[in-house]
């Protein structure tokens, strides 16, 4: 019994051991299932803080082939990085967009060049920005001709070139072409008649032909042109600006002067004196009205008249008319005064050429009303004894005989005709012309003592009265060759003088009424010796018979070095026929 029962026992807990072990197992993988479950939560916490960019690992792509262009501008990066280039540099270009690329290597071959736009281009205004109105590091756009500030990025033509698509710019100071915004330096010869346009440059050699040149210049427009014979631009009353410019155009020393940048760029004036600005518009203005390659048959004087308005404080203005005399004076004695010219003659190229002198003779006039003791008493005093005076000019101003009061037979206005030598005679040193100032009167007279190269004469045209300003219509008639000023001369400077003939080299008429007339210039082209009429943009070939029609006012003669006196006074001795011979 008791073995029997023992071996019950021993089987009950052999049954009992293996339920045990697998109620033991189930707990033991509960508690890994647990742990697992507690790993993962973990690992979604975990989750939650990385970056979401970083959860999701793609497979890189195959890089795509590189072109030439694109492993050119990589190579030079490369360099530049390697060389700690672009740093410092001006203009704002940031490091990682080509690092100024431009001046480490330069790119002669750009997708770019057959988007310009040659006939939108136009030089001749001031160079602003069109956004920013600002003057410095200004670039022009090749497709639309606008002007834009900056080439970094955020400038005005790095947006405009990203808004536009409009890649070639160039820079109007230092003449480079750039793409943007790729900004690299475009190199090619083709690009060189835009350079021209912007800064026409001449050599000595080329200066010395253009006198002798009759062949015509082809603009972009195909049209044809003489260089120095293209219309001016009228902003709105310029008209008297634009024929002064013409006439002194055409005076060959001046116009060869400032055809020539170095001849007057050194010349130095004080800090901050507007002065300075006047020769450099006024050269570039001469050179662009001779430029044989321009791309049109006109020329805007915009930035040399924007230079008057500051030289003469708004007294000369493009939007309201004066007198064109008044302007000529103007700007020759400035001219001048910015060459840092003296009392010299030959101290600027202007007294050189223009700067004549002469002697005048004055006296006091006694009155109608004086007795004769109070005259010979008037004739003591030193006031009313005759005054010698010898003076400089620039030009000569001649009187012209006063308007008929009345009409003719058929109720028509007389329009009086003069010749000129006959206007010629104030200068003989014997006809006295009484002046009246407002409080006495004086009788004076004139001789030349020298001649200048370039003689500008000027006729009185305009009276003004105690209301108004009239003008005198009188039609002056002269010949445009071989106008001797002999005459003219002192008895003691006409043995200095070999030559003493000119010819007409500019002819400026005034037509309509003072207040509400225009200007036109009539001028010889020198190679061809053709005359040509020019009113703003208007230019037309004329007949040398209709210069003395039109009422002229300021004329521009040159002195006719090709014989002296002597030999033409010989030509004329032998062309005359005897009297015998004649009779016979």
């Known amino acids: 019994m008791p073995s029997h029962s023992k071996d019950k026992d021993d089987k009950e807990k052999d049954r009992k051991k293996p339920r045990e072990s697998k109620e033991d197992g189930k707990k033991s993988s509960k508690d890994r299932d647990n742990g697992k479950e507690k790993k993962r939560d973990k690992d979604r916490e975990q989750d939650k803080e990385i970056p979401a960019n970083l959860k999701t690992i793609e497979k890189p792509k195959q890089p795509r082939e590189l072109t030439a262009r694109e492993k050119e501008r990589l190579r030079i990066i490369e360099e530049e990085l390697k060389n700690g280039a672009g740093q410092g540099e001006d203009d704002e270009e940031p490091v990682w967009s080509m690092v100024k690329a431009q001046k480490e290597a330069t790119s002669r071959m750009c997708p770019y060049l057959d988007t310009i736009d040659r006939s939108v281009l136009d030089f001749d205004f001031e160079k602003l920005c069109s956004v920013s109105l600002s003057h410095l590091n200004v670039y022009a756009c090749m497709v639309c001709g606008k002007y834009f500030q900056g080439r970094g990025t955020n400038t005005h033509a790095y947006t405009h070139s990203l808004d536009t698509d409009h890649r070639v710019f160039l820079n109007l100071q230092t003449l480079k072409f750039y793409c943007l915004p790729d900004n690299y330096e475009i190199i090619d010869p083709s690009l060189e008649d835009i350079q021209y346009l912007l800064k026409p440059t001449y050599t000595k050699e080329l200066i010395a032909s253009l006198d002798g040149r009759s062949k015509m210049s082809r603009a972009y427009d195909d049209s044809t042109y003489y260089p120095g014979v293209v219309g001016l631009n009228n902003i709105k009353a310029n008209d008297y600006c634009n024929v002064v410019f013409h006439a002194l155009a055409h005076v060959s020393p001046l116009r060869d002067y400032f055809l020539r940048e170095e001849n007057y760029e050194s010349i130095k004036r004080p800090p901050g004196d507007k002065l300075s600005l006047l020769p450099k518009r006024f050269g570039e203005l001469i050179r662009k009205l001779w430029n044989p390659r321009a791309f049109r048959t006109h020329v805007s004087p915009h930035e040399m008249l924007q230079a008057i308005v500051i030289c003469s404080e708004k007294k000369f203005q493009f939007i309201k008319q004066s007198d064109a005399a ?14 840092n010219g003296t009392q010299k003659t030959s101290s600027s190229i202007i007294y ?10 004055s006296r006091k006039v006694i009155p109608a009303e004086t007795s004769d003791a109070e005259r010979r ?12 005076k010898e003076m400089p000019f620039l030009y000569l101003a001649l009187d012209l005989p006063p308007a008929p009061l009345y009409r003719d037979e058929q109720m028509q206005n007389i329009i009086p005709q003069v010749p000129l030598h006959v206007l010629l005679q104030k200068f003989d040193g014997a006809t006295e012309k009484e002046y009246k100032t407002y409080n006495e009167n004086i009788t004076k007279r004139f001789e030349l003592l020298r001649l200048p190269e370039y003689l ?16 005198n219509p009188t039609i002056v008639n002269f010949p445009i060759s071989n106008v001797d000023f002999y005459d003219c001369l002192s008895a003691d400077a006409k043995p200095l003088h070999k030559y003493t003939t000119y010819d007409l080299v500019a002819n400026i008429v005034h037509e309509g009424q003072p207040d509400a007339g225009s200007y036109r210039i009539q001028l010889v082209h020198p190679g061809s010796q053709k005359w040509f ?6 230019v037309k070939e004329i007949l040398p018979q209709m210069i003395v029609l039109a009422e002229s006012y300021i004329q521009v003669w040159k002195l006719n070095k090709t014989k002296t006196r002597e030999e ?3 030509e004329g001795m032998e062309g005359e026929v005897p009297v015998e011979q004649m009779v016979s």
């Open 377 to 388: 008493q008037m004739l003591m005093m030193p006031e009313y004894q005759e005054s010698v």
């Open 568 to 570: 033409r006074i010989n």
């Open 326 to 339: 008044e302007f000529m004076n103007f700007l020759l004695n400035t001219l001048h005064t910015a060459l």
């Open 456 to 471: 500008i004469i000027t006729y009185k045209r305009f009276h003004k009265n105690q209301w108004f300003i009239e003008k």
């Open 352 to 361: 050189k050429i223009f700067r004549g002198r002469m002697r005048q003779y």
């Open 533 to 538: 009429e020019l009113e703003d943009l208007h």
